[in-house]
């Protein structure tokens, strides 16, 4: 058969949907021009824990413009039935917003301010007064006593460690992180009878569908959920929050569209966290540096009412050839809400940790830390006794050293210096599982040869529109220009959620699946018809690009899209795509991985840090837009950065309020903190993970990130810092 000729995919293409962003054409959830709306405002918990005595609305009613003041005391009883498919986490209840008294965090919803404008809305929740029977929340993961674990085992730990030659225990601590995506979040709600529409910041149209069905008693399909646009979400976005039942809640006890849209503080309490964690790493070697065991133990924040966990055991079952694992991961309730996954969700945890380590380890037994790395690549996944579909990290090591110039860096630690700075450099391995999840996608080719695609998935900001029209433009054999993406609608074919570096292999293989379809019925129409150039010819020998069906190999014969619609009366052709997702039983482990390169300077007096320039090589399978990965690395290294160095969620334990709910605050990478970065895709595909041979790269390229520094500032200063983020207090 003869291949279908690629022009999109692997092209370094901008932004489809760019120039609609840069001129403010694109409407974010909260930017919808929805008539008759009104605007609500959320009264937030001022205690941690405890529960209302008395609510007071009578001055927020009385003020001007203030239609009504909905809280627990009389909002109508929801039916919140329990369904596993709205993506909330596994244990525990989750949050039934003004169905009780009680108050589980500090910052939850307990009334809701209704007005005719914003500035009224805001007033009123002012003079709201709320009383309170407040108890001590418990806020300490240090303090706080722990839950069951979750374990593995592998060969015997215990033992292996006792015996090995050279033996390490390291404590380790990670400071809760929090989102921070440019949008805020944001829902409009509509009820029209029994049917609600939503325009919402979510990063799963179909799972806040679900939810809201859920919780409202609603047949699935009486929920239609748009999110088009999603100003960044890094996962903050992958389940339905209490704000967005608010809002419809609001919107049907007034029979008006409700608007409500968080404040930046409002989100710190509401909308999900990076766990903070305490980790113990107990590591044996024999003197060449081959593992011999790890132990790990870890302790990671969740809340009261629900119980989070995130896949921070994989990278210490499968990363290195470690014939002696054991790992105790356990969640500690307290009085928060509840986490949820943010960019490189467990592995960036554990890769610190880890990578960290091996770096002690290298430097313990003076063998280069790249070294010691290859010594330790394991044959197969010893944790699924699976091979390994690709594992280049060999190759990442060999590419980054160098590009970056490791054989420059000395081992000795404080040997560089310039003037006042100390100069370092480090490195760190990273892996992120390559999910795929079931998705469908719908495929209509026009007659005037425009192709229109549809799906359910989400964009927040990785360029899904432009590579997914990508994958359509090469499959129809279309310009660019002539496809039209459609996304973020629960009316779409549905789609896994938009995160987990899952969305290119998922939705991607059903996109292509759609337009290889619909193609193929194309072909068929014209080799069937006698009066199509193209009758009789094998359709294995067909080929389709600008729009134009020909014979392989003889461009002259042939026709166009239109014109064999046209003479056959066709106004369209179309197909549902689909991708099944992984198969039952899996015959290779899958994962993308990267070696991350780092080079700091510290001041010597100060400890302050400043990060000079970051490379990361990444195999990561089949690129399909190179402009947007060099963009997705840049963002996850900056954000590896933010977590090396600036990001910590400060709580106040005597009441769980958090003290710096502000990016004044809470400090985030700036242009003046992003050095020189650069990313290396190596040249490849993985046709085992999925059609397309992607294996996703949004989540790889964050992990990493913050080991590398921190071993950087270790080879600059000789400190070594086991928590994060690294302050210059720390190296004082």
């Known amino acids: 058969m003869s291949p279908q000729p690629q022009a999109a995919v692997g092209a370094p293409l901008s932004r489809v949907e760019g120039r609609l962003k840069v001129t403010g054409q694109v409407r974010y959830s909260a930017e919808h021009d929805v008539k008759g709306a009104v605007h609500a405002v959320i009264v937030g918990a001022s205690i941690g824990l405890g529960r209302i005595t008395a609510i007071d609305t009578h001055q927020a009613e009385a003020h001007d413009g203030v239609l009504r003041v909905i809280h627990h005391g009389n909002a109508p009883k929801l039916p919140y039935r329990d369904n596993p498919a709205s993506n909330n986490p596994p244990g525990g209840r989750r949050l039934r917003v ?107 149209v179909v799972g806040t569908q679900t939810e809201l069905s859920t919780v409202f008693g609603l047949p699935t399909d009486s929920v239609r959920v748009l999110s088009p646009y999603v100003g960044g979400g890094f996962g903050s976005g992958l389940r339905c929050w209490p704000h967005t039942v608010v809002a419809a809640l609001a919107a049907r006890e007034i029979h008006r569209p409700v608007k409500l849209v968080l404040t930046r503080k409002q989100q710190y309490g509401g909308t999900g966290f990076r766990p903070s964690y305490r980790y113990r790493l107990k590591l044996g070697s024999n003197r060449q540096g081959r593992l011999t065991a790890m132990a790990h133990e870890m302790d990671a924040e969740t809340s009261s009412y629900e119980t989070f966990t995130e896949a921070v055991l ?28 943010m960019r490189g969700p467990g592995y960036a945890t554990a890769s610190f940790v880890i990578e960290s380590a091996m770096d002690e380890l290298a430097h313990k037994l003076g063998i280069d830390p790249i070294e010691l790395r290859r010594r330790n690549e394991p044959s197969q996944d010893e944790s699924k006794n699976l091979p390994f579909s690709t594992r280049r990290l060999r190759e990442c090591y060999t590419t980054g050293a160098r590009t970056f110039g490791w054989d420059r860096r000395s081992p000795k630690p404080r040997s560089r210096r310039e003037g006042d700075w100390l100069i370092g450099m480090g490195m760190a391995a990273g892996v992120y599982d390559t999910t795929r999840m079931p998705a469908q996608a719908h495929v209509r080719l026009n007659s005037e ?59 991607g293989s059903a996109v292509l699946d759609g337009c290889n379809q619909v193609r193929r019925q194309a072909i068929k129409l014209a080799v069937d018809d006698g009066r199509s150039p193209l009758y009789g010819v094998r359709p294995e020998d067909v080929v ?88 997705q690395a840049i963002g996850g290294i900056t954000g590896g950065i933010g ?53 996703g790269l949004g989540e790889v390229v964050h992990v990493g990130v913050a080991p590398a520094i921190a071993n950087a500032v270790f080879n600059a200063t000789g400190k070594r810092v086991r928590e994060l983020p690294i302050t210059a207090e720390a190296l004082l």
């Open 643 to 695: 977590t090396a160095l600036l990001e910590h969620t400060v709580t106040d334990h005597r009441d769980g309020r958090i003290v710096n709910a502000n990016l004044a605050d809470y400090l985030v990478p700036v242009n003046a903190d992003v050095p020189d970065i650069q990313a290396i895709y190596l040249d490849g595909e993985d046709r085992e993970a999925d059609p397309l041979g992607a294996k």
């Open 449 to 507: 040869g425009t192709a229109v695609v549809d799906a359910a998935a989400s964009d927040m900001g990785p360029g899904t529109y432009t590579s997914q029209s990508q994958v359509a433009a090469d499959a129809l054999g279309l310009t660019m220009r002539a496809v039209t993406l459609r996304l973020g609608d629960s009316l779409f074919p549905p789609t896994p959620p938009h995160g987990g570096s899952m969305t290119m292999a998922s939705v």
């Open 98 to 204: 003004f169905q009780d008294d009680r108050v589980l965090f500090h910052g939850q919803p307990v009334a809701v301010v209704v007005a005719t404008s914003l500035e009224a809305a805001q007033h009123g929740a002012r003079l709201v007064k709320v009383r309170y029977d407040a108890q001590k929340p418990s806020t300490d993961l240090e303090k706080a006593k722990a839950g069951k674990p979750t374990t593995y085992t592998r060969g015997d730990a215990e033992a292996a460690l006792r015996t090995a030659p050279v033996r390490m225990d390291l404590a380790f601590e990670m400071a809760r992180n929090h989102h921070n995506a440019m949008e805020p979040h944001a829902t409009i709600a509509h009820w029209s009878g029994n049917k609600l529409t939503v325009w919402d910041k979510t990063q799963w």
């Open 314 to 341: 994989q990278p210490g079952q499968m990363l290195y050839s470690t014939p002696n694992v054991s790992q105790a991961y356990r969640t500690v309730p307290l009085d928060v809400n509840t986490p949820l996954y």
């Open 544 to 631: 389709v690009r600008g729009g134009r069906l020909h014979v392989d190999g003889n461009p002259a014969r042939g026709e166009t899209y239109g014109s064999l619609l046209l003479r056959n009366n066709r106004a369209h052709l179309e197909a549902e795509g689909s991708f099944a997702g992984p198969a039952a039983k899996e015959r290779h482990s899958f994962y993308a991985y990267n070696a991350t390169f780092a080079e700091v300077a510290v001041d010597a007096t100060l400890g302050l840090i400043r990060v000079r320039r970051m490379l990361g090589v990444y195999d990561a399978g089949r690129i399909i837009s190179p402009k947007l990965a060099q963009s």
